[in-house]
DNA sequence: ATCTCATATTAGATATAATCTAAATGTTTC
DNA sequence: GAAACATTTAGATTATATCTAATATGAGAT
């Protein structure tokens, strides 16, 4: 990934391009594994410049209102963080909770009428099943489902 | 909403019917505001039987296990929860985090092809805009946004 | 009706995720 | 280089959710 584009897409969107910020959103565009923030931090952490956690946090939160980076909440887990790159749906594991790109295809909108005066802004499919990994060992049964390695 | 009814689709799907259970799936088909759990807690200890905490957890959780029930997860809020009646869409409020409830229409699924060996298993469109309450307001644009009341 | 036992509930502790605080550091502007 | 502003930091704090181990209870069997 070129760091001068890098540092361009930060700086066009009003945010200053520190190494901290800038190594985040290198990770992401280099990491399209939908990582979480705990993931993002340790990464980061082992090279330099190293990051706290709130700036990690800050950094993400930024990214986000700056729309360079989409974060996608997962029911029961943490929070995954996707650089925006081209188009794309998500596929969350129901199981492992992973989170994987699905070839961008156009969703009809709802009607107007149906969303009243409500604005409308953005609309995304989710599509939840077993990813690979999970799969093949099909679905836990236990009561308590222990959370798994992703 | 009748209780014997209530009383069989727990049942049906192999849960007790406890009178705490009961009384979680009961202001979840009382109240499709979608509240969160802590707002289950509340109202429900408002009445008898009252509840702790875990209770209502666990039998959030055992209802979305049952499929009775579906959380949804919201970006840097908690999570909500909704009775599943007839089938719908979700509107998720970028601003307040409210979730409402878009008329349903079937959406194409992926490809078989772009999904791999992944098992599909559902497919739900997430509608993201701002709801009647927040729009007339417009975007905050404070950098470190509060959370607002819903 | 009562016995039995897997299931459910409880109080409180604990874990996890994310945010806040205040001070220090770095950057830009004049 | 001083003022104004943005960013980072360490650590505390909050918020959300889960775990633990003891106790209670529902529902089928007797």
């Not at 391009?17 to 993931?39: D, K």
């Not at 409308?120 to 499919?125: A, F, G, Q």
């Amino acid at each position: 990934m070129d760091p001068e584009s890098i540092r361009q897409s930060l700086e066009g969107s009003g945010l200053r391009c520190t190494p901290q910020r800038y190594g985040v959103m290198a990770f992401l565009m280099e990491h399209a594994g939908h990582p979480t923030a705990a993931e993002i931090f340790e990464a980061v952490n082992r090279l330099d410049p190293r990051s706290t956690r709130a700036t990690i946090y800050n950094n993400l939160r930024d990214l986000v209102q700056a729309g360079l980076v989409r974060e996608v909440a997962v029911e029961g887990r943490s929070a995954r963080f996707d650089a925006k790159g081209m188009r794309h749906h998500h596929f969350v594991c129901d199981r492992c909770g992973s989170i994987e790109d699905v070839e961008w295809y156009e969703v009809p909108r709802p009607a107007a009428g149906s969303l009243g005066k409500r604005v409308l802004r953005e609309c995304e499919l989710i599509v939840r099943g077993l990813c690979t990994r999970c799969a093949p060992r099909g679905t836990l049964s236990a009561k308590r489902r222990r959370r798994v390695d992703t």
